[in-house]
């Protein structure tokens, strides 16, 4: 039978989801009281908001894993933690600032928005804190892609990112009805791209990928002025004139002194499940031969294939950690956690 030490322990050992810190380390834990004729469990705790999503989702946590442990019934109070409290470890997160992992590409149709997508959901798997900025204004892909139905909440006139698959997102896709076009010039352009990095609640991240449209344009230009210490992947296919454009993208960032991660040849090959011999549709040697000119690592070569769909929980760009073009965006986020401990 579960007791009152092992019910203080489970509890403390929990994540305030607002200020990412135990609440052991919070001292939240206020009063415990427990009945062992009858399995119920009596708690008083403390939070960062009283009555906000966040005490919601700590609650339903609390509820579940303690229901999970045999206790029948569980009574819940809380309470605000001090402010002073709460404003000292904000100020301590907002110290802490991510790495900024921008993604790039010369031309449209590369699978750029794809290779976000799954490079963030990758790194996640890794146990690594991310966020993923959709920053293609225009183009916005990311939460069809990933699946997302749900749209951002707004609490104290801060952004909430929609949390998928251990990844932070948040897009453009969310903020317009029925996939309207958006028809915007390049400063106003630029305060979305602001707001998105300064009104949205990302909390402690790691890393920030942001995927950026293709070229060399506002957005871009934005990128590179709000963020100069941003690194940068470049997304290319093997096809000679697709390499030839990336470069541009590439040189844009060696212009603004943004290091360069490495490039991603995606599309590489198709390799066929019935003789395992491989095709390269879209040419050989583009992406090497702009990972030579541009003197950085090939990260990886990523083959032609499609995602493994799940009618449960769709997400139709988003591959399978044990499928072989999931195993190889393993592969290629090692590669970057690697590249960033140097």
Do not use: C
């Amino acid at each position: 039978m579960i007791t009152k030490e092992e019910i203080e322990r489970i509890v403390e050992n929990m994540i305030d989801p607002f200020l990412h810190k135990s609440l052991l380390e919070l001292s939240a834990v206020k009063d415990i009281k427990w009945n062992a004729e009858k399995m119920h469990a009596s708690l008083k705790v403390g939070v960062a908001k009283l009555g906000s999503p966040y005490q919601v989702e700590l609650q339903n946590q609390i509820v579940r894993v303690l229901k999970e442990k045999g206790v029948k019934s569980v009574g819940l109070r809380f309470t605000e933690l001090s402010s002073a409290l709460i404003n000292e470890l904000l100020e301590d997160s907002t110290s802490l600032q991510p790495t900024y992992i921008a993604v790039a590409s010369g031309k449209g149709g590369v699978g750029k928005s794809t290779v976000s997508v799954n490079l963030a959901v990758s790194l996640a798997r890794l146990g690594k804190k991310v966020g993923l900025l959709d920053a293609d204004i225009y183009g916005f892909s990311v939460p069809d892609m990933m699946g997302i139905t749900r749209r951002p909440e707004v609490i104290d006139e801060r952004i909430i990112p929609v949390e998928r698959f251990g990844v932070k997102v948040i897009s453009m896709g969310f903020f317009v009805e029925d996939n309207t076009p958006i028809i915007w010039r390049g400063p106003m352009l630029g305060k979305m791209l602001t707001s998105f990095l300064e009104d949205v609640e990302w909390g402690d991240l790691d890393y920030l990928l942001l995927d950026l449209p293709p070229g060399t344009g506002d957005i871009a230009l934005d990128v590179h002025n709000m963020l100069p210490t941003s690194k940068e992947i470049i997304v290319t296919t093997p096809h000679p004139t697709a390499a030839f454009v990336a470069a541009r993208a590439g040189a844009m960032a060696i212009k603004t002194e943004h290091e360069i991660l490495g490039v991603i040849e995606n599309m590489s090959y198709f390799e066929s499940q019935l003789t395992g011999e491989r095709e390269y549709v879209f040419g050989n040697g583009g992406g090497k031969k702009l990972a030579e000119d541009l003197e950085v690592p090939m990260l990886g070569q990523l083959p032609l294939g499609q995602p493994d769909w799940d009618k449960e929980d769709f997400a139709p760009s988003v591959y399978q950690e044990t499928h072989p073009i999931g195993q190889h965006y393993t592969e290629v986020a090692k590669k970057i956690v690697d590249i960033l401990k140097m």
